[in-house]
């Protein structure tokens, strides 16, 4: 039975040189990656890699039998992962949705000034001539087109828009 296990671990492509060579630097290996990734269990995991790129590889060329090679193959997968995590992270980052972000709560005084420029701005609308009043109400809180503006006010469109346009200005001026 030991002899076909041989022959199935040489069949997978294992070889006792190289295996023998991975086990005796693993620990190493662990430590190497850990510095470079800065997580022991990420480190693990990636060592794990490199036995699957390391043992069953080519047995015909020296350079892939060495140490050297070894350590090559866990210095680029712990790079990789490194710059694989550094993306991750600024892409979460950048994609923030705005309503997740936690919000501000405005103070005593922010909520008297926002009071303080409602009760101005209502005043201003009722300055304002009816319709023109009408007009930017049912434009900007209402959320009505000009042509249902139009429509409901006897107006045309491009009146309707000219008196939203006026309103919203003299507003925006009397405000400053």
């Known amino acids: 039975?030991?002899?076909?296990?041989?022959s199935a671990d040489r069949a997978v492509g294992y070889t006792d040189g190289k295996l023998k060579t991975y086990l005796s630097h693993r620990t190493a290996?662990?430590?190497?990656?850990?510095?470079?990734t800065g997580c022991r269990a990420r480190a693990e995991d990636l060592v794990q890699d490199v036995f699957f790129r390391f043992v069953p590889g080519n047995e015909g060329s020296p350079a892939s039998s060495g140490v050297g090679y070894l350590y090559r193959?866990?210095?680029?997968?712990a790079i990789d992962f490194a710059r694989r995590s550094a993306m991750e992270t600024r892409h979460q980052?950048?994609?923030?949705v705005e309503w997740l972000r936690p919000q501000e709560i405005p103070g005593p005084e922010q909520i008297v000034q926002q009071?303080?420029?409602?009760?101005?701005?209502?005043?201003i609308l009722d300055d304002l001539p009816e319709k023109e009043r009408i007009a930017v109400e049912m434009h900007r809180v209402g959320g009505y087109t000009f042509a249902e503006i139009a429509d409901r006010l006897g107006i045309s469109v491009p009146t309707a828009h000219r008196m939203v346009r006026?309103?919203?200005i003299r507003i925006a001026?009397?405000?400053?």
């Open 173 to 176: 001026a009397e405000m400053e």
């Open 93 to 96: 980052n950048e994609r923030m």
């Open 1 to 6: 039975m030991g002899e076909s296990l041989k």
């Open 115 to 123: 009071r303080a420029n409602l009760e101005r701005v209502a005043d």
């Open 29 to 36: 290996l662990v430590d190497y990656v850990a510095r470079i």
């Open 166 to 168: 006026n309103a919203v």
């Open 73 to 77: 193959i866990a210095r680029n997968l």
